[in-house]
């Protein structure tokens, strides 16, 4: 149907002898009115430009109207076109033979114009009515191929997901209108698996409380948050079933009154994360470990008295340091050997070890035969006790030492120092002060402690 401002394309077949009259009228009313008085003429214009409305006047000399009724009866077209005849009302009309090649209806003459015009707007807004309803079948045909296609196109992806998806709906009480459950709109194979159902047992079904249940029960309250708050929810979880340890990573997210939920199996990526941490730590621990003595060395003691001394600066903690040296340990080392002698290094590192048990202090290699051990929080008198502690120790070893000027075994010389940090001090002074008692424990015949 033509969609300019004309009222309607109407072809009006006649002589036009005695329907003048209506041809003018017609026109006058902003009907566009193409008139023909042949069947060749017909013929024509029906394949040019196919009306709204055939007007045929079927006393018209020249044309049988039922030739042409089944001319258009036979092109697909022409034949929704509304066919009116204009009969004589003493003409013999075959009115169910006229039904049968097309025709829609029939005007007698003498006619009243205003009765012809209301039969042609009849059959025109009938039209007008057919093309918007075809336009629109179109168009929600293509919208439905358009959704059809979508929906092929997410089932396809839905199905060739690797991760775990479905969408669900809540289901709330009648009265508080609380969320009591949720009912399955959509779940794909990974995630049907991953319950060991069949997306059939799942899909439609009210059930998502019961089946979270499996995996962790508190889960179910964060979901309803989700959709009530509208907050997304991600998190990693670890989920142990028999022999199988596994890591899953979950994302909700609010959809209407419901939510969709993406599950993805991260077992692998996590495991690896555990291990690379792991590597990280034992990297850490040999970083900071003397490969001698598996004590710790001399970078993790000036990282871990650095540390110490700003905590012990703003709690106004007494800091203790002690300076530990093996009494003539090169002659030890020329009269031994240096296998025994690593052993003895060895040895004596344990026995330090030994009594400092606390996780807050630190023995470590200082250097050649010489240690140090940190002593967070404790006092000068504390701090003599434990260096007293540690020579009794080593001399319960009974390490023999043959070139030794002060006994047959091994002995240690001891440097203590404790410090409360201000601002007037610094680490250096804890180290220098320790490192002066050790000098003077040396200089006054080693096998001593000594204090500053």
């Not at 969609?3 to 009313?29: A, M, P, Q, W």
């Not at 214009?45 to 006047?57: G, Y």
Request: hydrophobic content about 40%.
């Amino acid at each position: 149907m033509d969609e300019t401002n004309n009222k309607g394309n109407i072809l009006l077949i006649d002589d036009l002898s005695d329907n003048l009259r209506l041809f003018s009228e017609l026109l006058l009313l902003g009907y566009n009115v193409n008139s023909v008085t042949s069947v060749k003429m017909t013929r024509k214009t029906l394949k040019a430009k196919p009306p709204d409305v055939i007007l045929f006047n079927i006393d018209t000399p020249e044309i049988n109207y039922y030739d042409i009724c089944k001319f258009i009866q036979n092109r697909q077209h022409l034949i929704n076109i509304p066919i009116l005849v204009i009969v004589n009302l003493n003409h013999n009309f075959d009115k169910v033979k006229a039904f049968e090649c097309g025709v829609i209806d029939y005007i007698t003459r003498p006619f009243h114009l205003q009765e012809v015009i209301k039969k042609i707007e009849l059959q025109l807004t009938i039209q007008r009515q057919k093309f918007f309803l075809e336009k629109e079948i179109k168009k929600r045909k293509k919208i439905e191929d358009i959704l059809q296609n979508s929906r092929a196109l997410i089932l396809s992806v839905l199905n060739s997901s690797k991760d775990a998806i479905a969408a669900f709906r809540a289901v709330r009480y009648a009265k508080t209108q609380k969320i009591k459950d949720f009912r399955c709109l959509v779940v794909n194979p990974i995630f049907a698996k991953l319950f060991n159902r069949r997306q059939s047992d799942i899909i439609g079904k009210l059930g998502f409380k019961n089946l979270i249940a499996q995996i962790n029960a508190d889960l179910f309250e964060d979901f309803v948050a989700v959709v009530e708050t509208g907050e997304s929810l991600e998190q990693d979880l670890y989920y142990s079933q028999g022999d199988d340890n596994c890591w899953y990573q979950f994302v909700a997210v609010k959809l209407e009154d419901g939510f969709s939920l993406t599950v993805r199996d991260i077992t692998v990526t996590k495991k690896f994360e555990i291990q690379l941490q792991e590597g990280n730590r034992q990297l850490q621990l040999i970083a900071n470990l003397d490969g001698l003595t598996q004590v710790a060395n001399r970078r993790c003691f000036n990282n871990y008295l650095k540390s110490e001394w700003e905590k012990h600066l703003q709690k106004q903690h007494p800091l203790t340091l002690l300076m530990i040296d093996i009494d003539y340990f090169k002659l030890y080392n020329d009269h031994y050997g240096h296998q025994q002698g690593d052993e003895c290094i060895y040895r004596v590192a344990q026995g330090i070890a030994m009594i400092t048990k606390r996780p807050t202090d630190l023995v470590a290699r200082y250097g050649g035969e010489e240690f140090a051990v940190i002593l967070p929080n404790t006092t000068l008198e504390v701090g003599l006790v434990i260096a007293d502690l540690i020579q009794s120790t080593i001399s319960s070893f009974e390490m023999p030492h043959a070139t030794s000027k002060v006994s047959e075994y091994v002995t240690l010389s001891m440097g203590v120092s404790c410090l409360i940090p201000d601002k007037n001090t610094t680490a250096n002074d804890l180290v220098a002060n320790a490192d002066k008692a050790l000098y003077e424990a040396k200089n006054q015949g080693r096998d001593r402690i000594i204090f500053l």
